[in-house]
């Protein structure tokens, strides 16, 4: 039986009328979950949809139940994302663990391997996209969906409980001694940040090319939200503005590719009603980049166990992880009045 | 560091050579034909230039290792006696993880001991280590 069959069965049996599923179609990038476009014909109308299925191996190691409620978290307040529609957690029809969402469509993704990705609307899409990351980071989680899945750490647990995460990751996943992020993770450990100011809803993976936008300056949709957790919004802050996802204009000071650093951090403040204290926003700014060798590591080995088959987990532990071996060593240095 | 260019080049293969599924022949497949690509571009680099970073690195790391021992122990000059015989890139991989192993070790030792100076010299080399082993991916138009 084909995907499209198994799902047409799937939504039949629960939406309990018959269903056509047309013109599926797996879409490239995200690694974390296989993602596909497809239309459902039911009752005279036409739903267009978005189906996230766990893959065989993955890039990071997630929990769709946590990428679900942070959708549901979202939706309709002030965030754009699509509408979180059915989730499955022991795969049903589709043998595998996925969910479905609603699909927004006319939208683009930027890829990281890009230069001037977003032309003429960097701009106006650096304002929209630090602006709706002041209002994840400024919403009150408490009462919505996530926190019913998400355990909530205190302030000054926030730091610890990520940095334990990904060193976990990397000695249980390294292939090959890594100097480099080991010497930045003891740094990390010796001068923790300040407690969080407020412990609130982490995206996990905010940055250029986990947003679609219409090719007209305006951002219509946030996705990609399988690492979401509660903790301090500085995580997020200092992931979206890292070197990695600046499309080669990390030199001229351009975070995403789209804005200057400070006026970005500004409209963070503005739009979250939270201060990014220099000493802290530094701090998070190292954990990044060592939490993104944490994914590159990991992708790696998952290369190697599923018989380097998926190009995009080679490409990830390979040049993704040197790019983020020289970041954290620059930093280091820079921290240490070297550079 | 992990894949190597020979991983690479035979995942390449691996993963055009399967029929894909009828929903994974259009934009997925072209995605995937890209990547692959961008992976050929980069292994070209490393082919050119991957033995030689290995042996600098190898070489810079015994260094350190071996001005150190007089005052972190014998087990450093130990680890750096040895030369790259074999310019595989197995083989030297091989030999650098074992040198990656000890440069942790010492560097730890620097800093619990308030070594600045050995701490700082190892940051520094760490720079020029990333720096060797870097890959250069052209900018690739936007759209």
Redesign the interface.
């Known amino acids: 039986m ?3 069959d198994q799902l047409q069965t799937y939504l039949t049996r629960i939406w309990d009328q018959p269903v056509t599923v047309r013109d ?6 995200g690694a974390s979950r296989e993602t ?1 476009r497809f239309d459902a014909d039911v009752g005279g109308e036409t739903k267009g949809l978005i189906l996230r299925r766990d893959p065989p191996g993955s890039l990071i190691d997630t929990d769709r139940r946590l990428e679900f409620m942070a959708y549901r978290s979202f939706f309709g307040r002030g965030v754009p994302v699509p509408e979180a529609a059915a989730l499955e957690e022991q795969g049903a029809e589709l043998e595998r663990p996925f969910f479905i969402m609603g699909r927004i469509d006319g939208g ?1 993704a ?2 990281p ?7 003429e609307h960097a701009q106006a899409l650096g304002e929209q996209f630090f602006s709706i990351l002041g209002t994840i980071s400024g919403t009150d989680p408490t009462g919505l969906p996530i926190t019913e899945v998400a355990p909530a750490p205190l302030p000054d647990e926030c730091w610890r409980r990520e940095l334990d995460y990904w060193e976990g990751v990397i000695d249980a996943d390294e ?6 992020v ?2 930045a993770i ?1 740094r990390l450990r ?1 001068e923790p940040p300040a407690p969080a100011q407020a412990v609130r809803i982490v995206h996990g993976d905010y940055r250029s090319g986990n947003f679609l936008h219409d090719e007209k300056g305006q951002v219509i949709a946030i996705l990609d939200w399988e690492m979401a957790h509660l903790g301090d919004p500085l995580e997020d802050l200092g992931w979206a503005i890292d070197p990695l996802w600046a499309h ?1 204009e990390a030199e001229k000071g351009r975070v995403g590719g789209m804005i200057d650093r400070a006026e970005a951090i500004a409209i963070w403040e503005r739009t979250s009603g939270l201060k990014a204290d220099p000493a802290a926003l530094a701090w998070w700014e190292l954990f990044n980049a060592v939490k993104g060798m944490g994914i590159w590591i990991s992708a ?2 998952e ?2 166990d599923g ?6 987990l ?2 990830s ?3 993704t ?3 983020h ?2 970041i ?3 930093r ?2 820079q921290l ?1 009045g ?2 | ?3 190597t260019v020979p ?2 080049l ?3 293969f ?2 055009l050579i ?1 029929p894909p ?4 022949m ?3 497949m ?3 034909v890209a ?2 690509g ?2 050929s571009l ?1 292994a070209a680099q490393e082919a050119e230039r991957g033995i030689d970073a290995r042996l600098w690195e190898n070489s810079a790391i015994r260094a350190v290792l071996s001005r150190s021992a007089i005052d972190y122990g014998e087990r450093f000059r130990e680890a750096s006696r040895k030369h790259d015989e074999n310019f595989n890139l197995s083989a030297l ?1 091989a030999a ?2 074992k040198l ?2 000890e ?2 070790t010492l ?2 030792m620097a ?1 619990n001991k308030g070594d600045t100076k050995l ?2 010299e ?3 080399l ?2 020029k ?3 060797a ?3 250069d ?1 052209p ?5």
């Open positions: 084909s995907l499209a599926l179609s797996r879409i490239p990038g596909y683009k930027a890829s391997f890009t230069v001037i990705p977003y032309g292939q090959h001694p890594q100097p480099i080991r010497a003891r010796r080669f790696a080995k290369y190697r018989g380097f088959k998926d190009p995009v080679g490409i532990g390979w040049y992880a040197r790019r071996d020289q954290i060593a620059r280091l240095a240490e070297l550079a | 560091m992990t894949p991983d690479l035979l995942g390449n691996l993963c399967d599924p009828p929903e994974a259009g934009e997925f072209v995605g995937r990547v692959t961008m992976i980069l991989d650098n993880a990656r192993r440069l942790i560097h730890e800093e701490y700082k190892i940051i520094a760490y720079v280590m990333a720096e082993r870097r890959l991916l900018p690739l138009p936007g759209s």
